[in-house]
Every structure is written in C-alpha cells, then in structure tokens.
C-alpha cells in the first residue's frame, strides 16, 4: 500500500492505542522504524520467532480487500465484517496466528473460497483496538508465505488447510544488484513525495537482504492489487525484483509528469499574480503622475465611437449599458474581452454611413449596356427602381394625402432573385447595378449552408460567438444600402443545427427587415434601404415561403448572335489582356466563332465559351512566345488545330441518329438550359412485354405507358395490326443513361417513336418536339419553352412542334430565332405524327399483317407565330 496511507493508518492505530488500556507492551513508531532496518520482527523481542513457533496445518482465513500483506512487514488493518470479527477474537484468545489472503474482487463484501487469491501470508495479530464505531483495528507482523489448500470451515468464518511456501533465496551478484536499483529507484520516488518521512526512507534504503528489501518496499510503494499480488506469488527473489523495477520506473515517470504540470501551473499562476501586481502598480504611478491608465484610455476611446456611430435609441442604450458593464471590470477578468468585442462590433457597423444613390437614368442605361449585351427585362427593372427612387427625391415636399395605414410603412429596399442556368451573367450583373446606382457592392455565397446561425448569428453565451454574414458582411462593407448579393440561394441545406432558409425569411421580407435582430446584436437593425439581389439555378429548390418574398426575374439562355456580340464585346478583349496579347495579335472571324459555340461549347451560358477563347489565346501567346508567328487571325482550321477534335457534332449526326424508324428527337429543360433528348424504341419477338430504360424517373415511366396506351387503342387509325403487340415486346431507351431524367413533356415525343417504330416511318430530318400527351391523344402545354427553343436552334434543327397552348409562350423567344425557325403548334398526338413523319408512300405490309387502309388525315400546316414578324 502507498506509503502514506500506511503511515496515516498506523500512526492512528498508535494514538489510538496509547489513549486506551492495552494489554500488550507499548510499541512506537520510532521501533518499527528501528526493527525495519533489523529487517525483522516488529514485536520487541520476537526476531526469529517465526521460526520456533510451531505453525499449525490448518489456519483461520482473513479476506483482505484491496490490500497485500507480505511476510516481515507491519501492516494496520481494519476489520467491520462481523464473521471477521469472530475470526480476529478467536485468534487473539488463542495462537493469535491468522492467514491473510487477498480477494479477486476487492468491491466484493464476503468473498467465499473461491474468490480468494491461492497464496497469502501467515501473519500474527500484535496489537488489537476496538473501535466505538463497532470495527475492530488491529496491527498485523507477516511471517511466511503459504498456498491455500482444501477449505474445512466457511462459518462462522473461514478455516483452511495451509502449505508454507518459503521463496527461493539464491545469493548471486545479479540479485543484490537488482535489489541495490530498486533501492535507488524507491529513492527517487520519496524525494518527489515531500510528505515521506525522511527517517523512514533512509531506514528502507539501509536494507541489504534482497527480499526483505522487495517486501519492504512493495509494502509502501502505490501499486496495483494484481501486481501486489503477482509480486507475492513469485519464488525466485531475482524475478521480484524484476517486477518490482518495472513498477517503480513506470511510477517515478507517472510522478516526474506530474511534478512537471503542477510546475507549469504553478509558473502560470505566479506570472498572473506578477502581472497584476505589475499593472496594479503602473496605475498608481499614472495616478501619480496625474495620467489615466490604457483600460481608461480605451473606454474613453469607445464612449467617442459610440457618440460618433449615430445609433437608434435602441442600440445607443444598449451600448452605453455594456460599457458601463466594461468600465467596472479588471482588464484581466474573462467578461471583459467579450463585451469588448460585442462594443467593437456594435460601433463597427454602418447604422448612418451610405452612399447617395446615383439616379441618372441615362447614365444607368449607359453602364448596364456597356456590361451586359441583352438581357432587357433586368435592365427594365433597374430603371424603374432608379425612376421611382428619382420621383420620391423629387416631390418629398409635395403635399400628398397622409397614409391611413397604420401597419404598412413606407417600403424603399428591392429584393429581386436572378433564376437562370449556369453562366448567364447572374453575378456580374449585380456588380453592374451597383456601379450603374453608385453604391458599394457585397455578395455571400449561401451555397452548402446548414446552420441557421450564420445568417442570424450566435448567441454571446458561446465562446467564438459572431455575428451572421449579413451583418458580418455590412460591417465590412462600411455602407447601410449596398447592393447585396445572396449567391445560390438554392443550394441552402438543413440539419439539426437549424434551417438557414428560415432565417431568411426576416432579412429578405420588406415588412420585417427594417428591425432586423441578430442574436449576437441582440438589438435591432435596419436592412430596408438595403438592395438584395438573390440567385439560383432552379426554382423549385427554395422554399415557397422564400420564393414568395422575392421579385422573381428569369435568365434564359443566350442565342448565337447574342453569344457572337458578348464574345466580340467582352469575352475576347478580356482574354487578350489577361493572357499579355496586343489587340494586334490575335483576331478571331465570325466562323471561327460560331464552329467554337457550336462544336465545343453547346451551353445556355458563355462560361465555357470564354474558356474556349481563353484556350485559343495561350496557344497564340505560346507560338509568339516562341518566335513561330508574330500575329493570328483564327479561322475553323486553326480552331480545330488549338482545340482539338470538336467536342459536339453537328446536325448530320443527329439527322444520321434519327434516320431509323424508331428514333425522335424530344427537347426537354435543365437546369443547365435547354436540351435535345433523343428516344429510341425497338421490338423483338415476344408478347405484350414493355420496358423503358435510361435513368428515368416515375412521370416518365407513366409518360412511356400512356404513349403506348394510346398508340395501341388508335392501332386502326396508324395503320397498325392489334396482333402486333401480342406477338411483340417493345423496348424504349433515352440514352445518356448516367443522367436522371424525368418530367411529362417528352410524351409526344414517345408516341411518336412508337408509332414510327411499328409503321417504319423515319422522322422528318431536323424536327423536334415536346409536350405532354393524354390517354385520349390531346397535347398539353409544357414550360421552358424558350431553353428549348434555344436548345433546337443550337443543335441545328429547323422545325420545332409544340403544344397548340403554347403559341403566348414564343414571345419570350427572340425574334431571330422565331425568323430562323419553324413552328408546328398541335392540338392532338395526330397532329404531331402527320407533321413529324415522313409521308407513306406505298402501303407496307411487313408490320401491319392484315392490310388496313389509314384514314386521311389533313395535317396542319407549318404555321409561324402571328407576333413572329416583330
């Protein structure tokens, strides 16, 4: 057991036994010392005494519990079990000898035979005290060692026959040198125990014996009941001592960390202390010499900040309170970082500063086109906010009626949301409204944002608690009405942490954001007079509740003219500076361009184009750099020489794809744009099977089974046989199978494959179509009409049939490409077969089985929107 336990224990054990009327001879701790360097017994008078006594066969068995006794030690013990008790008074009435055996489980109250450790120490009671708490505390002197044999008695307590186990005490010099380290290890330890009594560490370091020395010092050394254990079950000394080695150096290691961290703390504490005494003293002598102290400077400095920051009453209240709070407290005391931090972010913020609005209409207009080509409808809306603000200036002193709303202020901030594919000019765009209003311009990217507490920040409670980005974002700006843009607001996501589109609600809501309140704030601030452009990629994905707080404007992909014009006015002379080109240098013609737009960069966007340039241009700059040309003009030969084989193919392999019966062409919308999606339908021998392959989603699936639905009830009209599906399996596939398709306006699209399939008609060469079908044949309207009008002109296609509903939705198209193009608006699926499919010529037998004339049908004409001449 550690040595100050076994010294605490017995010292009291002595006290205690010189207060009352012991029967046995005085005993001190100045003779246990003195019989520890005899290496003997502690009983006066008694060494050797072991050795005559007669030790009898059997023994009465002590469980000890959390504690090994070895032979030639003194240990105080304490017994409370009453079976023990028993066992103590019988043996101090008779031989006073006992056995003395460790239990496994040292949490366990009554171990039985079984629980016991099979090796103890025959020991003899010295000295005996009876408590008046009921427990008896005797001093017990281990004699030898014994191993357990068969138990004769377990009550009142247990007996047991015993086997005397003495070790093996081989003299050789490996061991004394063995029991020469441990004694200096043991040394090591007491000297970092300054509570060890230095008479008994010298008494344990004069020992010679080797096992007495293992006894004696595993006796006062902290170690584990297993170990403890292990060490008395071992024969050989030598191996003792090995083990009693290990656990001394493991414990000087444990108390060298130790003594180095209470050192550390120690040396932190005082440095604390000296500097508090230190700063103490550097305020006396400011007083002195009648200055103030840094603590009274920065108040004062924070006081100017908070008269000079034009704060609501709200905030200056609240302000003034937390410096009042700053101005009591120690500069060392942990509160006063955070509230100085809460007055440096409090005072930081723009609450009066802005910047005066810029309401030149012409001089508007004249930015918005010089960086942007097209993209009217925002540049519209723009004016009318500047045009609106212009009129409110103007007649501020105009007598007008006095609002009889009491609820609905005055609302002067716009909140506008840009939904367009990818590359349109979304971002770029709000950084030209700014220029062209004269405000200052701030965006934050909300992509992939999941805690609620970046948009309203964190509460002051937590350690690291800042702001959310919006105010953040103000803060850093210096302006209370930037135009400021909330980037991919789409890709907002939620968790536990909270839901950040939720927050949103408060900042982008005209009838709430003019008393804004952060949760670090904690006290409200005005974001009305803020301009928030917000962007997304698809709609669907914000939230109804945010969505209906906006200003929905639509950026639908650009045509090729528009792509020429933005690559000749923007694209091109940016890439030649950015790239160290003279203007002279590089020249790019107009077929050069559209084989870049068509062949290498199929997009809604000029993203891709720019890089397609910029590609170009390193070529050039390469070439120059190293002497081979001095200047470019780029034609297609020399595109497709830079940029390799061209990534799209043009009209021909789509016209080659869809020269087989069974191959459409459909159109559908992405978030990316508009797209051409082709459908391909085959039949094998079979019956009645049907599957629709390709990634795509449930709508289309049913979509798939409505269009052959139909395509079966109308069988006679196409000229179809009914046993041709009962003798065939049909297999439709949309290819590009790694991308997840769905929606319903690919059912004409469907239909038609079907029929063509069967009928062997082959599409018309440069026809596509889209739109939804009924079980009944009607074509329904669909969106996205302009991407994928846009996408047909880009892939080449002459002819686009669309859903007679549809025809309002060509005016979002622009008018080059309504002159370009033609349309087909039908009603039913049999206006799409007759205006998609090549005409029959002679009758066919090879599907149809039984011959059966088709009905004529008159197909609609080719029509052009009647607002196409505009």
């Known amino acids: 057991m550690p040595a100050q336990k076994w010294l605490s224990g017995l010292q009291e054990f002595l006290q205690k036994l010189d207060e009352s009327d012991g029967e046995f001879p005085e005993l001190t701790l100045s003779s246990l010392i003195t019989q520890i360097k005899a290496g003997g017994s502690t009983a006066p008078g008694a060494g050797g005494a072991e050795e005559k006594m007669n030790i009898p066969d059997v023994l009465p068995i002590l469980p000890l519990r959390g504690v090994v006794v070895y032979p030639n030690t003194a240990v105080p013990l304490t017994v409370g079990q009453p079976r023990s008790i028993r066992l103590v008074d019988d043996v101090v009435g008779g031989d006073k000898l006992v056995g003395l055996v460790a239990a496994i ?43 357990l044999g068969d138990f004769v008695q377990e009550e009142p307590y247990l007996k047991a026959h015993i086997l005397r186990a003495p070790e093996s005490d081989e003299k050789s010099i490996e061991t004394d040198a063995l029991a020469r380290n441990a004694r200096d290890q043991f040394q090591q330890i007491t000297q970092m125990i300054p509570s060890f009594p230095e008479e008994l560490a010298n008494s344990i370091l004069s020992l010679e014996d080797p096992l007495q020395t293992v006894y004696t010092i595993a006796n006062f050394q902290r170690i584990e009941l297993k170990d403890a254990q292990e060490i008395l079950e071992i024969d050989s000394v030598y ?164 609002s009889t709303d009491m609820i609905r202020r005055e609302r002067e901030g716009v909140i506008l949301c840009f939904v367009g594919p990818p590359g349109v000019g979304k971002t770029s765009l709000g950084q030209s409204i700014a220029r062209a209003m004269g405000r200052k311009f701030i965006r934050a990217s909300l992509g992939g944002i999941r805690d609620e507490a970046e948009i309203r920040g964190h509460r002051r409670t937590y350690i690291g608690a800042m702001p959310g ?32 589109s939720s927050a949103l609600l408060e900042v982008l809501d005209p009838e709430q954001n003019s008393e804004f309140r952060d949760n670090y704030l904690e006290v409200a601030y005005d974001l009305s007079q803020v301009f928030f452009i917000a962007t997304a990629n698809i709609l669907d994905y914000i939230p109804g509740p945010l969505r209906d707080r906006m200003e929905m404007i639509y950026l639908s992909g650009y045509t090729e003219t528009e792509k020429m014009a933005i690559a000749r006015g923007y694209l091109i002379p940016r890439q030649i500076r950015e790239n160290s080109l003279r203007k002279n240098e590089v020249s ?34 390469t070439h120059i750099a190293e002497g081979r040309a001095k200047k470019y003009r780029i034609n297609p030969k020399l595109v497709e020489s830079f940029l390799d084989t061209p990534i799209f193919l043009g009209p021909e392999e789509l016209n080659k794809r869809t020269s087989i019966p069974g191959v459409v062409p459909g159109l559908a919308w992405t978030s990316f744009g508009g797209d051409i999606l082709l459908v391909e339908a085959t039949a094998m021998p079979g019956g009645r099977g049907f599957q629709i392959t ?23 009209s196409f000229g179809i046989s009914h046993e041709y599906f009962d003798k065939h399996d049909i297999h439709m596939h949309i290819p590009a199978g790694s991308q997840p398709k769905d929606g319903p306006s690919a059912g004409v699209a469907m239909a038609t494959s079907l029929v063509s399939l069967i009928t062997g008609r082959k599409v018309s060469p440069q026809v596509g179509m889209t739109g939804e079908i009924t079980l009944r044949g009607q074509v329904l309207p669909i969106g996205g009409v302009k991407e994928k009008v846009l996408a047909a002109h880009r892939s080449g296609l002459g002819t686009v049939i669309l859903p007679d509903q549809n025809q309002k939705d060509l005016d979002d198209v622009p008018d080059e490409i309504r002159k370009s193009m033609k349309f087909v608006f039908a009603g039913s699926v049999e206006d799409v077969i007759d205006a998609a499919l090549e005409k029959t010529k002679v009758k066919k037998k090879k599907h149809t089985g039984k011959p059966s004339k088709p009905a004529a049908r008159k197909a609609k004409k080719n029509v052009k929107p009647k607002n196409s001449s505009r």
């Open 239 to 402: 191996d003792k001592l090995k083990k009693l080695i290990g656990l001394l150096v493991r414990e000087a290691e444990v108390l060298t960390i130790g003594q180095k961290i209470q050192n550390e703390a120690r040396g932190e504490i005082e440095k604390v202390q000296r500097d508090y005494f230190l700063r103490e003293q550097m305020k006396a002598i400011q007083r002195e010499l009648g200055e103030r102290d840094e603590q009274a400077v920065e108040i004062e400095e924070f006081r100017k900040k908070i008269e000079e920051a034009k704060m609501p009453e709200e905030a200056d209240t609240q302000a003034k309170r937390e410096l009042d709070r700053l101005s009591r407290l120690p500069t060392a005391a942990a509160e006063y970082g955070v509230i100085r931090t809460y007055l440096d972010t409090l005072v930081s913020l723009p609450w009066s500063t802005g910047t005066k609005d810029n309401l030149d209409i012409a001089h508007a207009r004249a930015v918005l086109n010089q960086d942007h080509y097209g993209l009217d409808d925002v540049k519209d809306r723009i004016l009318e906010f500047l045009a609106i603000r212009k009129l409110r200036l103007d007649r501020i002193n105009d007598k007008k009626e006095e």
């Open 694 to 716: 390709g990634s795509v989603g449930n709508v289309m699936q049913e979509s798939a089974r409505a269009a052959l639905s139909y395509v079966r009830s109308r069988s006679g």
């Open 588 to 621: 790019f013609n107009d077929e050069s361009l559209k084989m870049i737009i068509r062949q290498y960069t199929r997009e809604a966007g000029v993203r891709n184009l720019e890089r397609k340039i910029g590609a170009v241009c390193r070529k050039v700059g």
């Open 105 to 147: 489980n040292p949490e366990q109250e009554t171990p039985g035979p079984n629980e016991l450790y099979r090796v103890g120490t025959i020991a003899t009671v010295h000295r005996l005290l009876r408590a008046p708490d009921g427990t008896v505390r005797l001093l017990v002197q281990g004699m030898d060692r014994f191993r």
């Open 469 to 500: 980005r919006i105010l953040q974002s103000l803060r850093r700006i210096g302006s209370k009405n930037p135009v400021f843009m909330l980037d991919e607001v789409d890709k907002l996501t939620n968790d536990f942490h909270g839901d950040p």
